[in-house]
């Protein structure tokens, strides 16, 4: 891995979760990177795996206009699936070319940003600061992108369409894409996922962590992967404990807000644990553990939908010989997930909720058995991921109508920002790489996005007319 390669893939651990502004400079020493050491980012391709991209943005166009973007795989429309140059089946592929065309022509593309997400990591990573004369350039100004839009849902706004509601689609085939297009280069490169979350176990076996894995590495020179431990941390949503044959733990619940709770535990293939549910619908089960490890039992009921997975069959092909249960909540109110051993040598489990941190309303959490931690995103618990976590940079912004506003109960400069995810992972790691700030900066806003609409996040001092928040 040559020195040029290796600072870049430092450099980028930077980003978390949130944008770039001068206090970053400062904290990161990027501008002495660019200046004395001439680390641009310059031969280097950057890949985003996440939101997709505002490809209009000036801060990823060259002086010229032209497109700094080598290909967007937009993976949430299948419309080019079957396209020449296609090999994967799914999603439609825009090159370099189509791109410039559209910039030319003022047709656009298909793909966008429809939440803004996207464009902000995007910006962070690699945005050259042209809408901004360079004030709130990125980590990489010079880098090459790859931008792979894995995921879509975003509410009509502003005359723009909704975004059809799509979940994560093929990671692999993500990873893949990469590969063969920096490969057609020649470039080494770093990709980076924007996505995160809780519940699947996070100790490295996962499908998802595996399938990294198997791509990046030590003996794989000239590549490198980042994905951020998450934004889950901070909440009560990690529940463990320990029970031995015959006796029970009850583990409480509350679901405060109106949308889909997720509950997701992990408990030893060896041991079998009933599960006894009681919920404002009334109580339910016990249901019995599988038999073996091959098998699996659902339920569907008045407040939640149930499933029981053996180790072998859990959602999330993980190798760690661990049994999984699922419950979807539906109904807002308190319920208690009674576990009783029946057999088995182990006891221990780890349970998690997601989501848990609601910007509106009542948020969700447990009421008994928190456990600190253990919060770290599954992908991100890969044995060759790069996992940084986030600390806060700034409480305070103005706004572009000249408000001014601040956040006290998310932490203070220095401190871990609140909702950052921090490690163990299950399987005894550290679970994060290195603590880099993460918390209100500033970085690109997608103009069609739903989050360039919060006028509130939209800062004064952009210079640019609001492309900035």
């Known amino acids: 891995?040559?020195?040029?390669?290796?600072?870049?893939?430092?450099?980028?651990?930077?980003?978390?979760?949130?944008?770039?502004?001068?206090?970053?400079?400062?904290?990161?020493?990027?501008?002495?990177?660019?200046?004395?050491?001439?680390?641009?980012?310059?031969?280097?391709?950057?890949?985003?795996?996440?939101?997709?991209?505002?490809?209009?943005?000036?801060?990823?166009?060259?002086?010229?206009?032209?497109?700094?973007?080598?290909?967007?795989?937009?993976?949430?429309?299948?419309?080019?699936?079957?396209?020449?140059?296609?090999?994967?089946?799914?999603?439609?592929?825009?090159?370099?070319?189509?791109?410039?065309?559209?910039?030319t022509s003022g047709i656009r593309?298909?793909?966008?940003?429809?939440?803004?997400?996207?464009?902000?990591?995007?910006?962070?990573?690699v945005g050259n600061g042209r809408a901004s004369g360079g004030?709130?350039?990125?980590?990489?100004?010079?880098?090459?992108?790859?931008?792979?839009?894995?995921?879509?849902?975003?509410?009509?706004?502003?005359?723009?369409?909704?975004?059809?509601?799509?979940?994560?689609?093929?990671?692999?085939?993500?990873?893949?894409?990469?590969?063969?297009?920096?490969?057609?280069?020649?470039?080494p490169f770093v990709a980076v996922a924007t996505l995160s979350g809780i519940g699947p176990v996070p100790d490295?076996?996962?499908?998802?962590?595996r399938a990294v894995d198997a791509r990046f590495g030590e003996d794989l020179p000239g590549r490198v992967f980042v994905a951020a431990t998450g934004d889950d941390g901070g909440m009560p949503n990690h529940a463990a404990g320990a029970i031995r044959t015959g006796e029970s733990a009850d583990i409480l619940i509350q679901k405060g807000d109106p949308g889909p709770l997720r509950f997701e535990l992990w408990y030893s293939g060896s041991d079998k644990h009933d599960v006894t549910i009681t919920g404002p619908g009334g109580t339910f089960g016990p249901y019995p553990a599988p038999a073996v490890n091959a098998d699996q039992d659902s339920r569907t009921e008045v407040d939640f939908a149930y499933y029981h997975n053996g180790a072998t069959v859990d959602f999330h092909e993980a190798l760690s010989a661990r049994r999984e249960i699922v419950i979807d909540f539906e109904t807002v109110g308190d319920y208690t997930v009674r576990l009783t051993r029946r057999a088995g040598v182990d006891g221990r489990f780890n349970a998690f909720l997601s989501p848990s941190r609601l910007f509106e309303g009542t948020n969700n959490g447990f009421g008994s058995l928190v456990t600190p931690g253990y919060s770290v995103w599954h992908m991100a618990s890969a044995q060759s991921n790069v996992a940084p976590n986030a600390y806060v940079i700034r409480p305070d912004w103005t706004d572009i109508d000249g408000v001014e506003h601040s956040v006290e109960d998310e932490g203070?400069?220095?401190?871990?920002?609140?909702?950052?995810?921090?490690?163990?992972?299950?399987?005894?790691?550290?679970?994060v790489t290195v603590s880099v700030p993460g918390d209100r900066l500033i970085a690109p806003y997608a103009a069609r996005s739903v989050m360039a609409t919060v006028r509130e996040q939209v800062v004064r001092d952009d210079g640019a007319g609001g492309m900035y928040g």
């Open 135 to 187: 004030l709130y350039a990125g980590m990489a100004p010079k880098a090459d992108l790859i931008v792979v839009q894995l995921v879509g849902g975003a509410p009509g706004h502003g005359g723009e369409p909704e975004e059809l509601e799509v979940g994560v689609r093929d990671i692999e085939a993500a990873l893949d894409f990469v590969l063969e297009k920096a490969g057609e280069t020649s470039q």
């Open 204 to 209: 490295g076996t996962t499908a998802w962590a």
């Open 1 to 103: 891995m040559t020195l040029r390669y290796l600072l870049l893939a430092v450099l980028l651990t930077a980003f978390s979760a949130s944008p770039i502004d001068d206090r970053v400079r400062s904290a990161t020493r990027v501008d002495r990177v660019h200046q004395e050491l001439g680390l641009t980012g310059e031969g280097v391709i950057v890949a985003l795996l996440g939101r997709g991209i505002d490809y209009e943005h000036p801060d990823f166009r060259n002086d010229d206009g032209t497109s700094r973007i080598l290909y967007i795989f937009d993976m949430t429309d299948d419309t080019g699936a079957g396209a020449p140059g296609n090999a994967f089946g799914l999603g439609t592929i825009y090159t370099q070319a189509q791109i410039n065309a559209a910039l």
């Open 109 to 125: 593309l298909p793909a966008r940003d429809a939440l803004g997400v996207g464009t902000a990591a995007a910006g962070l990573a």
């Open 412 to 431: 203070d400069p220095g401190e871990l920002w609140a909702g950052t995810s921090i490690g163990p992972t299950l399987d005894g790691r550290r679970g």
